[in-house]
């Protein structure tokens, strides 16, 4: 029987090339994106992309009813991938900014992940993977909003992790560090509606920021193509026994081991300086 997956986030970047990733390697992929238009064009493709918004409750449980109702009710994996930046000082973000950012972060992934446990557990099992972050180990000036909904994930994913033992429901999380993909584009729309930048106390420090997020500087130190997140996804969803935690790139490793071993102001030193 074809393995079937279900992955969010497939317009670009990371989701995009593990839905091309795990198709060549057999999979029945639904590669499910926000908005139509990129469903359309991944249609033309040759995959099946349902319409998937994590902040629209609605768009989850139709997205979901179309991939069960395809498969024969179903579902041997689920990579929740998708998610956004929402830049700016903490100072500065307000509530709404928050709440914006949690509802498609985690509330989303959460949400779809309610509706897929009880497929897998009258199937008898399945793997179901978060995509997380370096940013979900260490915080990072500027990236208070995304830094709080990955520390959130971990923490549930963790518990989740442990709550499936015995069931045959296996938890990971993929933490990436700089990853090629639209992530910084994507972050301007959130950046304009949310920071009023000019009325901070830090307006004179925005201009690191302003210069990163609109001014295309070419790769990120340590860099590495989607594709190197999509090895770990293989073997989250194929290994006999699958890890709770990848790490992908030279920081994330980097930052794992000084979490474990700096007191926290010589970790906030080291970060600061990055």
Known sequence: MQRSVLITGCSSGIGLDAARGL????????ASCRQQADCDRLMAEGFESPRLDYADEASIAAALEQVLEATGGRLDALYNN??????????????????????????????LTRRVIPVMRAQGGGRIVNCSSVLGLVGLKWRGA?????????????????????????????????????????AIP???????????????????????????????????????????????????KPKARYYVTTPTHLMGVLRRILPTRMLDWVIARA
């Not at 198709?23 to 639904?30: E, I, L, S, Y």
């Not at 998610?83 to 992934?109: H, K």
């Not at 994913?157 to 994507?186: K, Q």
């Open 23 to 30: 198709r060549a390697r057999g999979w029945r992929v639904f």
């Open 82 to 111: 998708g998610a956004f930046a929402c830049p700016g000082a903490v100072e500065d973000l307000p509530r709404g900014a928050l709440r914006e950012i949690f509802e498609v972060n985690l509330f989303g992934y959460h949400d």
């Open 146 to 186: 995304y830094v709080a909904t990955k520390f959130a994930m971990e923490g549930l994913t963790d518990v989740l992790r442990i709550e499936m033992r015995g069931t045959g429901i296996h938890i990971s999380l993929i933490e990436p560090g700089p990853v090629t993909s639209r992530i910084r584009a994507n």
């Open 190 to 240: 959130h950046f304009e509606k949310w920071i009023n930048w000019e009325a901070s106390a830090r307006a004179g420090e925005y201009a690191t920021l302003r210069g990163r997020l609109y001014e295309d500087r070419g790769p990120d130190r340590f860099e590495l193509p989607a594709q190197a997140v999509t090895q770990k996804l293989i073997h989250a969803l194929e290994s006999r």
